[in-house]
T-cell receptor
Framework: ETGVTQTPRHLVMGMTNKKSLKCEQHLGHNAMYWYKQSAKKPLELMFVYSLEERVENNSVPSRFSPECPNSSHLFLHLHTLQPEDSALYLC??????????????FGPGTRLTVT | TQLLEQSPQFLSIQEGENLTVYCNSSSVFSSLQWYRQEPGEGPVLLVTVVTGGEVKKLKRLTFQFGDARKDSSLHITAAQPGDTGLYLCAGGPEYGNKLVFGAGTILRVKS
């Protein structure tokens, strides 16, 4: 039990659909992250939120839209995706700032398939 | 751009054998973390090392941070099938909270 939950665990969607991924952390952290994990590639950081403000956006296409309503919840809204967006999407959280504030705790991920 | 290179990319060994996974960079990191990820799950944090030369042990796993804080190794003694998984190293920057991840080492331990 990592204290970070993600729903749904699996999602199949067509290119014209709109769906959302949800992440919730129960660790009292104040930074949350979205990563994309594709086969044979390093984890790709998509978005970082610190104290509910977005502080990092690694040039992610606009078809991915994050939302962080509070420090415990993070959403990733998806629309008009492409087949190459199929991947495992991971949410993580950490205690922000300061020495050693980099230990990130991951959720189980959402396996997304775009048809 | 900071990069972390992991080697080997894939390792298949028999139960009981020893192995070492390496994580190397030309950049200095303030901390180095190791994660293990099983299929269909998210990475699970195993250890964090923060001091150059630091060695940490977790049962049969030994983690070492290089003296210059540019590299790290993970040594597993007497590997077991339960050790099978993807091992990821991640470097913490001097400032900020953006981790740099290696591509991972896939370990398969056969019984």
């Amino acid at each position: 039990e990592t204290g970070v939950t993600q729903t749904p665990r699996h999602l199949v969607m067509g290119m014209t659909n709109k769906k959302s991924l949800k992440c919730e952390q129960h660790l009292g952290h104040n930074a949350m992250y979205w990563y994309k994990q594709s086969a044979k590639k390093p984890l790709e950081l998509m978005f970082v939120y610190s104290l509910e403000e977005r502080v990092e956006n690694n040039s992610v296409p606009s078809r991915f839209s994050p939302e962080c309503p509070n420090s415990s919840h993070l959403f990733l809204h998806l629309h008009t995706l492409q087949p190459e967006d199929s991947a495992l999407y991971l949410c993580a959280s950490s205690q922000d700032e300061g020495q050693g504030g980099y230990e990130q705790y991951f959720g189980p991920g959402t396996r997304l398939t775009v048809t | 751009t900071q990069l972390l290179e992991q080697s080997p990319q894939f390792l298949s060994i028999q139960e009981g054998e020893n192995l070492t996974v390496y994580c190397n960079s030309s950049s200095v990191f303030s901390s180095l973390q190791w994660y293990r990820q099983e299929p269909g799950e998210g990475p699970v944090l195993l250890v964090t090392v923060v001091t150059g030369g630091e060695v940490k042990k977790l049962k049969r796993l030994t983690f070492q941070f290089g003296d210059a804080r540019k590299d790290s190794s993970l040594h597993i003694t007497a590997a077991q099938p339960g050790d099978t998984g993807l091992y990821l190293c991640a470097g913490g920057p001097e400032y900020g909270n953006k981790l740099v991840f290696g591509a991972g080492t896939i370990l398969r331990v056969k019984s």
